[in-house]
């Protein structure tokens, strides 16, 4: 069956330009996270929603970032004004929410490199 | 959520136990403990969960210490393939996201 789906697979861009990653979760899945994860270190969680609403965004590290998921299913994180440390791998996973929802399906992640 | 501490890296030789251990020492009560494990240039892929029990799957058994405060991860007989950083999260079952720390890199070799 389809797994999650992460487009584009890689993206660069120019310093201060503005970027946006889709992720297409498992048909179903109410839960989605997104994580971006840099060289050498394990992901970083940046937000995760519960159907359309964000159930949390403690992650995202400044008003730059920001994401939606207008119809509970795909959902697109959105890079203001990109800087070179926003350079990394960004990971979309979803699970079936509820109770007992630690079992995440991983993408395969969209490289952004920020030049 | 709990702290985790995992040795950076360990060595396996293909076909034997690969054994990975965990210390949780400040985990709570409601919160299971989660492996993962990432294999290069891959996402991350969900291995196994358990509570209090042992736990077992197609993949790996989990042993987890009567107090909770560590566990191991048990590949029974691992392949090349097995290479990956494998990642110890402890979650409540509250909704909460996984907080990935660094995990242990294991490298299986022929």
């Known amino acids: 069956g389809a797994g999650v789906s992460q487009t584009p697979s890689n993206k660069v861009t120019e310093k201060g330009k503005y970027v946006e990653l889709r992720c297409d979760p498992i048909?179903?899945?109410?839960?989605l996270y997104w994580y971006r994860q840099s060289l050498g270190q394990g992901p970083e969680f940046l937000i995760y929603?519960?159907?359309?609403?964000?159930?949390?965004d403690s992650g995202l590290p400044n008003d730059r970032f920001f994401a939606v998921r207008p119809e509970g299913s795909v959902s697109t994180l959105k890079i203001q004004r990109t800087e070179r440390g926003d350079s990394a791998v960004y990971l979309c996973?979803?699970?079936?929410?509820?109770?007992?929802?630690?079992?995440?399906?991983f993408g395969e992640g969209s490289r952004l490199t920020v030049l | 959520d709990a702290k985790t501490t995992q040795p950076p890296s360990m060595d396996c030789a293909e076909g034997r136990a690969a054994n990975l251990p965990c210390n949780h020492s400040?985990?709570?009560?409601?919160?299971?403990v989660y492996w993962y494990r990432q294999i290069h240039s891959q996402g991350p892929q969900y291995i196994i969960h358990?509570?209090?029990n042992n736990e077992t799957n197609e993949m790996a058994s989990l042993i987890i210490t009567e107090d909770r405060k560590s566990s191991t991860l048990i590949l029974p007989h691992a392949t090349l393939r097995d290479t990956a950083v494998y990642y110890c999260?402890?979650?409540?079952?509250?909704?909460?996201?996984?907080?990935f720390g660094k995990g242990t890199t294991l490298s299986v070799s022929s």
């Open positions: 996973a979803s699970s079936r929410g509820g109770a007992n929802t630690g079992e995440l399906f």
């Open positions: 048909s179903g899945h109410t839960a």
């Open positions: 929603f519960q159907g359309t609403g964000a159930a949390d």
């Open positions: 400040t985990i709570s009560g409601n919160e299971y």
């Open positions: 358990g509570l209090k």
């Open positions: 999260i402890p979650r409540n079952q509250a909704g909460t996201a996984l907080i």
